[in-house]
T-cell receptor
Framework: AQTVTQSQPEMSVQEAETVTLSCTYD???????LFWYKQPPSRQMILVIR??????QNATENRFSVNFQKAAKSFSLKISDSQLGDTAMYFC??????????????FGKGTKLTVNP | NAGVTQTPKFQVLKTGQSMTLQCAQD?????MYWYRQDPGMGLRLIYY???????DKGEVPNGYNVSRLNKREFSLRLESAAPSQTSVYFC????????????FGPGTRLLVL
């Protein structure tokens, strides 16, 4: 079974600075997808960024980018120019690409990020 | 489009009571999912439905049943609630374009006394 590990339960950063959240995963599959979800105090789960394992290029979405190291099974999230609205729980998630139509997600336990003014 | 909707938003039950959590999506998605979120545990899959008429167990199915009523609706039933089922429950669905992207509902907070 796949597992996802987020080793930083809590992190804090000053507004406008850069922060990196760590995620490692364990799988024997070669075809899979990785995600970062944001959960603000409203509890809504919001997709931040996704990465296909077959793509070597790291995904980016505006101020959010990932460092995908396939051999090391590492998938970190970098948030540049942090904003107060980035304060949230961040979850790393794994999806096996060969599930035959049932795209189940396996989540890490989350990192609580606080952006300080 | 409303996306994924869940009812109720919050519910208090006594041990042994039953209830059904409702979920509906208006995006014509095939697959739907129920997760629970506990403090320090992330989200864990309870049940999922890959298509209308099919359901399968996830990681933590004990104490729950599900019904895929039609393509839009996927309900989660607690037959005899226990305090260990106090949690936040999320419904999600997956589209036919980017099949891998799950869209989540706003969650139902359940307290079992």
């Amino acid at each position: 079974a796949q597992t996802v590990t987020q080793s930083q339960p809590e992190m804090s950063v000053q507004e406008a600075e850069t922060v990196t959240l760590s995620c490692t995963y364990d799988t024997s599959e070669s075809n899979y997808y990785l995600f970062w979800y944001k959960q603000p105090p409203s509890r809504q789960m919001i997709l931040v960024i996704r990465q296909e394992a077959y793509k070597q290029q790291n995904a980016t979405e505006n101020r959010f980018s990932v460092n995908f190291q396939k051999a090391a099974k590492s998938f970190s999230l970098k948030i540049s120019d942090s904003q107060l609205g980035d304060t949230a729980m961040y979850f790393c998630a794994f999806m096996d690409g060969a599930q035959g139509g049932s795209e189940k997600l396996v989540f890490g336990k989350g990192t609580k990020l606080t952006v300080n003014p | 489009n409303a996306g994924v909707t869940q009812t109720p938003k919050f519910q208090v039950l006594k041990t042994g009571q039953s209830m059904t959590l409702q979920c509906a999506q208006d995006m014509n998605h095939n697959s739907m999912y129920w997760y629970r979120q506990d403090p320090g545990m992330g989200l864990r899959l309870i049940y999922y439905s890959a298509s209308e008429g099919t359901t399968d167990k996830g990681e933590v199915p004990n104490g729950y049943n599900v019904s895929r009523l039609n393509k839009r609706e996927f309900s989660l039933r607690l037959e005899s609630a226990a305090p260990s089922q106090t949690s936040v429950y999320f419904c999600a669905s997956t589209g036919t374009g980017y099949r891998e992207t799950q869209y989540f509902g706003p969650g139902t907070r359940l307290l079992v006394l």
